[in-house]
């Protein structure tokens, strides 16, 4: 079934309790080979059936890039993802925005990580436009300021103040970084209908692209 928004909605199922069980599976090869049998195929389907409703939405070609954890020889990964920048080759150095899984939950968001050059050139424009922000951006929605850390704040618990010295860190911070999404409990009943869930995540990255437009 095709929507008005340009993406086409075919088997996908959703996730499941036991995709989340797979960050509770210790070592890394095992938690590895769970991961890539039960998880990526789901996230490489993500990728293929939103990039074209990003690619509409942003104005410019936008690929899809699953997490692969290559680097990892020890610990196993906390995390994993499908992010979509308007880069071939990778995602980390652009403004992007990404799906994936904590153990506990599922995330949507805009990310812009230590990786990046557009760092202050988002928290510039952003910090000109707190009010738009907090005009635009729901009040449920969940910023952090580091990746590798499940959760966040809310925009509301953080109010202009929260959100204007997380802005100002990343300007100045190398290290630092501003993720902007939405956050999914893992037994939420939308996580296993495939297609409600497409569009919740079609409804959150249409809601974080102006974050997404202030970053050039």
Known sequence: MTLT???T????VGFTSDDFDVFAIPGLEPRMDALISRIRPKLNELGEQLAPFLTEICGEPMFPHVAKHARRTINPPNDTWVAFAPGKRGYKMFPHFQIGLFGSH???QFAIIYESDNKSVFAEH???QLED???HIPAHYVWSGNHMVPGGDTQ?????DGLAKLLERLRAVKA???LCGIIIDREDPVLSDGQAFIA???ETFRTVLPLYKMSF
């Open 126 to 128: 952003a910090l000109k």
């Open 200 to 202: 919740k995540v079609e």
């Open 176 to 178: 630092s970084e501003a």
């Open 5 to 7: 928004t340009g993406s």
């Open 156 to 160: 509301a618990e953080l109010g202009r």
């Open 9 to 12: 909605i075919g088997a996908f």
């Open 106 to 108: 599922l995330f949507v």
């Open 133 to 135: 922000i907090e005009r």
